[in-house]
């Protein structure tokens, strides 16, 4: 069965995408998760579990920053919350989140999340022995690459279908750091919808914004995978992740409804190239219009991605 997961940004959203047929809702705070469109209370957090619950559907709670002696004291907290909650899984890139949870009896199953080093079947089935329930794959992945992967992986693995991908992050504050030096007071958060372009190429796009994490710089595109559903079926690729981050509102919600469509079709044995390039289209005229839509990195060849 095809898991659609995706990304909130309110309690409202929540609903509609649960009503629309998401199956999981990825979210967190900011102290303890990476790049999410809204960082939630607890409350608030408590209030999204039991809404999904009640709906049927499940909850991961982003738990994949990348944590210094600092933050990592406040962790085990953190999980005993989620551990009240009875959330379904945490994404987790650090292997000391996995300690403490182990120590302090305080495990939950935890779906591995280390950005962009996962890419082989070996390093996710690693840390599947080591209770891992699946795994988020790096997004610089290509097909043929892909294909090979998931020969031999031993959970389920994540592959993002639709949304905005990081190139890069820095713990620093470089944006800030700059406003600083040419003495300027600028917001540096997402929704001041600051980009980075090259010098001669106007058309060049790449979204930048600082939060508690540091410094996030995104791709010049987003991802489209409308017209690759198949093969990633046909792969055993069974969990699909919306991300949200760059494409707020309702624009989201339809554009999650029309990926539960057509994961329903699919596994109905439905699909055709017809209604795959339908879907793109639909999808592009729901997408934000300052932004572009590609494959990423998956019709690349794979000597080229180093």
Not at 114 to 123: E, F, L, N, P, R
Not at 130 to 154: C, F, N, T, W, Y
Not at 234 to 256: C, D, H, R, Y
Request: aromatic letters at 10%.
């Amino acid at each position: 069965m095809i898991e659609l997961i995706a990304t909130v940004e309110s309690i409202p959203q929540a609903k509609a995408l649960l009503e629309a047929g998401v199956d999981c809702l990825y979210f967190g705070e900011d102290e303890f998760g990476l790049r999410l469109p809204y960082s939630f209370t607890r409350d608030e957090q408590r209030a999204l579990v039991e809404l999904a619950h009640i709906h049927g559907k499940k909850v991961s709670i982003a738990v994949n920053a990348i944590f210094h002696n600092d933050r990592i004291v406040k962790i085990a907290d953190y999980l005993r919350f989620l551990k009240e909650l009875a959330v379904d899984s945490i994404t987790v890139g650090d292997p000391g989140v996995i300690q403490i949870m182990r120590r302090d009896d305080l495990w939950i199953p935890y779906r591995y999340d280390a950005q962009v080093i996962v890419t082989s079947s070996k390093q996710i089935n690693f840390w599947a022995k080591r209770g891992a329930v699946a795994a988020v794959l790096a997004r610089e992945i290509p097909q043929v690459s892909l294909e090979k992967l998931m020969q031999d992986v031993a959970i389920p693995v994540e592959f993002l279908v639709y949304g905005a991908t990081c190139i890069h992050q820095s713990g620093r504050p470089l944006l800030q750091n700059y406003f600083n030096y040419i003495k300027k007071t600028e917001s540096v958060g997402r929704d001041r919808g600051l980009f980075l372009s090259e010098p001669r190429k106007e058309h060049t796009h790449y979204s930048v914004y600082e939060d508690r994490n540091g410094t996030h710089i995104f791709a010049n595109n987003d991802v489209l995978m409308a017209l690759h559903l198949d093969e990633l079926t046909k792969m055993n690729i069974t969990q699909w992740k919306l991300e949200g981050v760059f494409s707020p509102g309702n624009n989201f919600v339809e554009i999650a409804r029309l990926f539960a469509r057509a994961r329903d079709v699919i596994q109905a044995g439905k699909w055709t190239s017809e209604r795959a390039q339908a879907l793109a289209e639909q999808v592009r005229q729901l997408h934000p219009t300052v932004r572009g839509l590609d494959t990423g990195f998956y019709l690349f060849d794979p000597n080229l991605v180093k």
